[in-house]
């Protein structure tokens, strides 16, 4: 499964919301994620993807929108 | 190693509901609660300073102890809600007890400021005897001063805590402590000297559900223990979203933290304490009982120390 299928996934799954946002949508804005969601996400995002993100990245700017994540993603894959 | 010998906290009288503060920040109760877990919390009188709280912590920790100021070797004073720049409280807390030669150490702290003290104290009684921390904050005019901010106005409340670590005896021994600090988020939670709280939420919480658990495991974990051993934990009261977190974490059931942030709000520096000396007195250490203190707050500064009750 491609990266933002997944980051899609992982986004509905900690939500409870069947919703495909926009890759430049802020998730914050939308609703889709708040503060103890988001920790919820990049939890699934380091299961899904075998990655430890370091405290030094949990960084709100950084997940804020699925092409930041994908981003940050393509620099640890 | 020392031992905790006693708690001791004050809460100021007047209860300040949510119906109150949901007026003056512009949403309602009910959302309050759902953000925070809080119902109430208690606000100091306009003339009541952080030092009257200390010293009233401070004598009532005493008092169940059964020892005179004069038994003391070393004050310790944790606060971030101080009223001035210097001197910061702990030299008037030690006067108002009737000291004029006891060293009295302020620690410009908020929330993990007890924590801090109190691994500070079980290093330091060895040189010092009985020492006595005291954390007291007076929040409400900070979160109240204008503009009013509906986040952060919900949550704070006022109050002081005490804790008499003593070398040689006590109800509980400290194991150890682990204490930690990282200034690469000092932006996110800040007080200036002239302006108003300001806090990134999400960027708090991000950290603090990460390195809190992680904190309480390795003290646990180097004492020959693991989380789900230990009886009771003593946290900053925060929020209780983020004790919610933090017990799904360690995988430890969420009714081995004791909270009191419905009824007092979050009390900074003094909240630990606060909560540490309710669950003394309402349950307490037993023989071999474990108890985990952990706090967590602005620099970021965060830690933690296991106690176990030896009577």
Redesign the interface.
């Known amino acids: 499964m491609e990266t933002r299928s997944k980051i899609v996934e992982i986004i509905r799954k900690v939500s409870h919301k069947d919703v495909t946002p926009a890759p430049d949508d802020s998730l914050?804005d939308s609703g889709l994620l708040d503060?103890?969601v988001?920790?919820d996400m990049?939890t699934e995002i380091e299961k899904a993807f075998s990655i430890k993100v370091p405290?030094?990245d949990?960084?709100?700017r950084k997940w804020d929108t699925i092409e930041r994540i994908e981003s940050y993603l393509e620099g640890r894959l | 190693m020392a031992f905790i010998q006693e708690f001791g906290c004050y809460l100021p009288e007047h209860i300040a509901t949510n119906e109150e503060i949901a007026t003056l920040a512009g949403c309602t109760p009910e959302w309050i609660v759902n953000v925070s877990g809080i119902i109430e919390r208690r606000f100091a009188r306009p003339d009541e300073t952080v030092t009257d709280m200390a010293v009233l912590a401070a004598e009532d920790c005493l008092a169940r102890a059964g020892l005179a100021p004069s038994d003391l070797g070393l004050i310790l004073v944790s606060s971030g809600s101080s009223e001035r720049r210097f001197p910061g409280p702990a030299a008037q807390v030690a006067r108002r007890m009737g000291l004029d030669s006891t060293p009295a150490i302020d620690v410009p702290m908020a929330s993990a400021g007890s924590l801090f003290a109190m691994s500070l104290a079980d290093r330091l009684a060895r040189d010092f005897g009985n020492i006595l921390v005291v954390a007291a904050e007076k929040m409400s005019t900070i979160a109240l001063s204008h503009p009013v901010e509906r986040g952060i106005s919900i949550l704070f409340g006022d109050g002081a805590g005490a804790c008499l670590i003593s070398r040689d005896r006590g109800i509980a021994s400290i194991e150890g402590s682990a204490l930690y600090s990282d200034g690469s988020f000092a932006e996110d939670l800040t007080l200036p000297l002239e302006g108003c709280l300001s806090m990134n939420g999400r960027s708090v919480i991000m950290q603090v559900t990460r390195k809190l658990p992680r904190v309480l495991r390795e003290v646990v974990e180097a004492n020959g223990h693991s989380p789900i051993e230990v009886e009771v934990f003593l946290l900053h009261q925060a929020n209780s979203n983020v004790i919610t977190r933090v017990a799904q974490s360690l995988e430890v059931p969420e009714d081995r933290f004791y909270s009191n942030i419905a009824r007092y709000g979050n009390t900074s520096s003094a909240s630990m304490l606060i909560a540490a000396a309710e669950w003394s007195r309402q349950h307490g250490f037993t023989p071999g009982l474990r108890a985990a203190f952990g706090g967590f707050g602005a620099g970021f500064h965060w830690g933690a120390l296991l106690a176990v009750g030896v009577r």
């Open positions: 914050f503060s103890f988001l920790t990049v405290d030094s949990l960084n709100p």
